[in-house]
T-cell receptor, first 117, second 114 residues
């Protein structure tokens, strides 16, 4: 297993179009997270799954955003009717609740960079 | 909720010197703190973490210090190398104990000078 993988790495779209990003977590990690990162800022939490259940959503996740993890493995993040303000890096991370000790280190993917023209 | 922030957006050090990156937090109810390193074009990478009941933790070439009295933590990198050039983030986890609420600061860009 080579870690968390995200696809596509870069996406350029026109305002109003829909985009979908995919995340494949580390095998057997039961937790999966989506974060958004804009230039010069730290990642901001968007949403989180434990297995296939979406347990938490940030207020940043407007109704144009939807995330799924249908089989508890890979996840998709869809943005409908994209706006220029959606331009950012979308990071996926995974972790395991079976990690002993601390609450669980997050393993991040390399992100999907979205540019909305 | 937790609020974390870094004191300096940029830091330049000579190769071989020690680096100290500082971070402040506002919520005393955090269970633990994590330092991440992010190289250009890559996702954040875990460096080291520390529980709130500790004041120091050491890793390979890195040490994290936690001062709960002044709500401050620092990351010390010994013998800084060119490969250490990156943005460093501190992140706090509230006492609910799940990394799902990881709150990141805005980061310090560390530049290692030859």
């Amino acid at each position: 297993d080579t870690g968390v993988s995200q696809d596509p790495r870069h996406k350029i779209t026109k305002r109003g179009q829909n985009v979908t990003f995919r995340c494949d977590p580390i095998s057997e990690h039961n937790r999966l997270y989506w974060y958004r990162q804009t230039l010069g800022q730290g990642p901001e939490f968007l949403t989180y799954f434990q297995n296939e259940a979406q347990l938490e959503k940030s207020r940043l996740l407007s109704d144009r955003f939807s995330a799924e993890r249908p089989k508890g493995s890979f996840s998709t993040l869809e943005i409908q009717r994209t706006e220029q303000g959606d331009s950012a890096m979308y990071l996926c991370a995974s972790s395991s609740t079976r990690t002993s000790g601390m609450s669980g280190e997050l393993f991040f993917g390399e992100g999907s960079r979205l540019t909305v023209l | 909720g937790e609020s974390v922030g870094l004191h300096l957006p940029t830091l330049s050090v000579q190769e071989g010197d020690n680096s100290i990156i500082n971070c402040a937090y506002s919520n005393s109810a955090s269970d633990y703190f994590i330092w991440y390193k992010q190289e250009s074009g890559k996702g954040p990478q875990f460096i080291i973490d520390i529980r709130s009941n500790m004041d120091k933790r050491q890793g390979q070439r890195v040490t994290v210090l936690l001062n709960k009295t002044v709500k401050h933590l620092s990351l010390q990198i010994a013998a800084t190398q060119p490969g250490d050039s990156a943005v460093y983030f501190c992140a706090g986890v509230p006492s609910s104990g799940s990394a799902r609420q990881l709150t990141f600061g805005s980061g310090t860009q560390l530049t290692v000078l030859p």
